[in-house]
């Protein structure tokens, strides 16, 4: 499995596609579930889901089958073209599996981190798996127990595990890009051989993307710097997101190890960006921010290639914390003409702020929970939402929920008009609403907050809450050691799970959101749970999905369940009773449907296919 294979860089770019009619994205494996979140948009929508006849059913988990890996398995990701690909890959944060999705086996497997970083990680067998299931259900009550149960069977190091395959892509050809300890990877599959092969790698790969724009920032940065995900655009460049900035990278990369004119990396120096200077300077005090920006979420991307990423900074002391949304733009001119440049607007340099404004890059402020931080589940300040893309023609947004304590859903013009030619307006915002899951004045912690990215279909838009209204101090302690696998097993069984789920509509006429207030079409609910699990939204029966936690903590108190709502009423259609057992909890995961209905759990300890549900 070590063995790299020969390939052309023109592989990497067309598709094969070839049997599925109405190619969008021909750059990618498939239309569908090749990337995070199910497209470059983000949207969370999927043609199939289950059917619409009402019911109810008890799934033993342990019966199903499963492809174990994690833990944590954020996605399970398309293979091949076609409505009913015969296989895919799984991708957890250890290593990787091809899947035969008939029989829901491996064909092969590769721990990853195991064969490529061993003096850090250990092999993870099937064993670890279920025992650490089973230790969860007969002997965890606390989060000390909890943690050592982590350690017993992940190992002392689990904590850094969480950080690895967490957004990954597969591009045309079957080529599996994805990031593991220090490497990002390209990965195929030998069907002669029923193998995975290594395509390439780009080795201390931070390291070697910020060395190609080096700045007195960046020799000077002692922190680490950490990957958020991989995406790719329509000329099959790679995208890479850092907690610091954004990069482009040729393919040819990952094939003779070529990085002199092939990788362009944009930081996200706060230094630079004219609206932290422009705060900090009309205070009294000027602020001192840190270096740099900080991005914790993923990217979306348009058909033009723009990319939308929503970042922080926070200052120094900890008193202020700044919040951005950018679309960023590629132009193919200058030094870097093979893999583009990125234009960034709102920067300094004028010079350079007039050619990004040109290519219709902009940047905008939003709304932060400032100084606070949240209590548990949702990481920083700032968004826990990746932007969407939604509306087409002369309406188009990005969406997304701010930081702000009770979040508001946010819609943002994604391109300039007229409008804002004539008066000056650089301000991005179309329009705002609170979110309130029906709590009215009686917010659950006095927090409604989501780590969760916003579901799209047409002009409705859909976000769940995932503070719970009663929270163990001690919980907070996984949030500032930035252990989310802790937090993600805790919530829920042994502590109390958050609720509450809210859908809006868009009204193009009136170019404004509306509720529960003014629109049929939009409803709340604040005891549907969505614990740590992102929803979706489902084409063929109209429904939303959303998994969670139901009942009181406590193995003898509730189960974990996946229900689905009328998408426009809010109507309970479908249930899915998972029991109490840990491998019911999806941790940071999105629930999938295959086009026979047959549901992909993307549980904690490994994928499970649910058949005929």
């Known amino acids: 499995m070590n063995k790299k294979v020969d390939i052309c860089v023109s592989d990497l770019k067309k598709s094969n596609q070839n049997d599925l009619h109405g190619v969008i994205y021909?750059?990618?494996?498939?239309?569908?579930?090749?990337?995070?979140?199910?497209?470059?948009?983000?949207?969370?929508?999927?043609?199939?889901?289950?059917?619409?006849?009402?019911?109810?059913?008890?799934?033993?988990?342990?019966?199903?089958?499963?492809?174990?890996?994690?833990?944590?398995?954020?996605?399970?990701?398309?293979?091949?073209?076609?409505?009913?690909?015969?296989?895919?890959?799984?991708?957890?944060?250890?290593?990787?599996?091809?899947?035969?999705?008939?029989?829901?086996?491996p064909i092969c497997q590769l721990d990853v981190l195991a064969e490529y970083f061993s003096s850090s990680y250990e092999e993870l067998e099937e064993e670890n798996y279920e025992a650490f299931v089973a230790d969860c259900d007969a002997n965890v009550s606390n989060i000390h127990e909890m943690k050592n149960t982590l350690r017993r069977h992940f190992g002392t190091n689990y904590i850094t595990r969480f950080?690895?395959?967490?957004?990954?892509?597969?591009?045309?050809?079957?080529?599996?890009?994805?990031?593991?300890?220090?490497?990002?990877?390209?990965?195929?599959?030998?069907?002669?051989?029923?193998?995975?092969?290594?395509?390439?790698?780009?080795?201390?790969?931070?390291?070697?993307?910020?060395?190609?724009?080096?700045?007195?920032?960046?020799?000077n940065y002692e922190e680490s710097v950490g990957f958020v995900g991989l995406s790719l655009n329509s000329d099959g460049i790679v995208?890479?997101?850092?907690?610091?900035?954004?990069?482009?990278?040729?393919?040819?990369?990952?094939?003779?190890?070529?990085?002199?004119?092939?990788?362009?990396?944009?930081?996200?120096?706060?230094?630079?960006?004219?609206?932290?200077?422009?705060?900090?300077?009309?205070?009294?005090?000027?602020?001192?921010?840190?270096?740099?920006?900080?991005?914790?979420?993923?990217i979306c991307i348009d058909d033009d290639n723009a990319i939308y990423v929503a970042s922080t900074v926070t200052s120094q002391d900890g008193s202020t914390c700044l919040g951005y949304l950018r679309k960023l733009t590629v132009t193919h001119y200058g030094n870097n003409a093979t893999v583009g440049k990125i234009m960034m607007a709102g920067v300094v340099d004028n010079n350079l702020n007039e050619i990004a404004e040109a290519?219709?890059?902009?940047?905008?402020?939003?709304?932060?929970?400032?100084?606070?931080?949240?209590?548990?589940?949702?990481?920083?300040?700032g968004t826990g939402s990746t932007?969407?893309?939604?509306?087409?023609?002369?309406?188009?947004?990005?969406?997304?929920?701010?930081?702000?304590?009770?979040?508001?859903?946010?819609?943002?013009?994604?391109?300039?008009?007229?409008?804002?030619?004539?008066?000056?307006?650089?301000?991005?915002?179309?329009?705002?609403?609170?979110?309130?899951?029906?709590?009215?004045?009686n917010l659950p912690s006095g927090w409604v907050q989501s780590e969760q990215s916003v579901v799209v279909n047409g002009y409705g838009a859909f976000v769940v809450n995932n503070i719970p209204s009663h929270y163990?101090?001690?919980?907070?302690?996984?949030?500032?050691?930035?252990?989310?696998?802790?937090?993600?097993?805790?919530?829920?069984?042994?502590?109390m799970g958050p609720t509450g789920v809210e859908k809006f509509v868009w009204d193009v006429t009136e170019s404004r959101w509306k509720s529960t207030v003014d629109s049929d079409f939009a409803w709340n609910n604040p005891e549907i749970p969505s614990t740590s699990t992102v929803p979706i939204y489902c084409e063929n029966s109209n429904m939303v999905i959303v998994t969670g936690w139901e009942g009181k903590p406590g193995l003898s108190n509730g189960n974990w369940v996946v229900q689905g709502f009328d998408w426009d009423t809010g109507a309970?259609?479908?249930?899915?009773?998972?029991?109490?057992?840990?491998?019911?909890?999806?941790?940071?995961?999105?629930?999938?449907?295959?086009?026979?209905?047959?549901?992909i759990f993307n549980s904690i300890i490994g994928p499970v296919k649910i058949t005929n549900r």
């Open 387 to 441: 932007p969407t893309l939604m509306g087409d023609g002369e309406n188009t947004f990005v969406v997304m929920t701010n930081g702000a304590k009770q979040m508001e859903l946010v819609a943002y013009w994604r391109d300039v008009n007229e409008s804002e030619v004539i008066l000056g307006n650089k301000k991005r915002e179309a329009g705002k609403i609170k979110v309130s899951c029906g709590f009215d004045d």
């Open 572 to 599: 309970r259609h479908y249930k899915l009773n998972f029991g109490p057992s840990m491998r019911g909890n999806g941790a940071y995961s999105i629930p999938q449907f295959l086009q026979d209905g047959s549901m």
């Open 26 to 105: 021909p750059h990618l494996v498939n239309d569908l579930y090749a990337v995070s979140h199910f497209n470059p948009h983000s949207t969370d929508s999927t043609p199939y889901g289950p059917t619409i006849n009402p019911k109810e059913v008890s799934v033993n988990l342990a019966d199903e089958k499963i492809i174990y890996g994690g833990p944590v398995n954020i996605m399970t990701l398309a293979a091949e073209g076609g409505d009913n690909p015969n296989h895919m890959w799984q991708v957890g944060t250890n290593g990787i599996s091809y899947i035969n999705t008939e029989t829901w086996r």
């Open 163 to 219: 950080g690895n395959g967490l957004y990954a892509v597969v591009g045309a050809g079957n080529i599996l890009y994805v990031q593991y300890g220090t490497s990002i990877f390209a990965f195929t599959f030998n069907s002669s051989l029923e193998e995975i092969e290594l395509i390439g790698e780009l080795p201390n790969a931070a390291e070697t993307i910020m060395s190609t724009n080096p700045t007195e920032e960046i020799d």
């Open 472 to 495: 163990n101090p001690q919980m907070t302690e996984g949030l500032n050691l930035q252990n989310n696998l802790l937090q993600a097993c805790m919530v829920g069984p042994y502590n």
């Open 239 to 298: 995208v890479v997101t850092l907690n610091i900035g954004i990069a482009l990278i040729h393919p040819s990369v990952f094939i003779d190890g070529d990085t002199s004119r092939t990788i362009y990396f944009a930081p996200f120096l706060s230094s630079d960006n004219r609206l932290t200077a422009e705060t900090s300077s009309a205070q009294q005090q000027p602020i001192a921010f840190d270096t740099f920006e900080s991005i914790s979420n993923s």
């Open 359 to 381: 290519t219709g890059a902009w940047i905008t402020p939003y709304e932060t929970s400032n100084e606070q931080d949240p209590p548990v589940i949702k990481r920083g300040r």
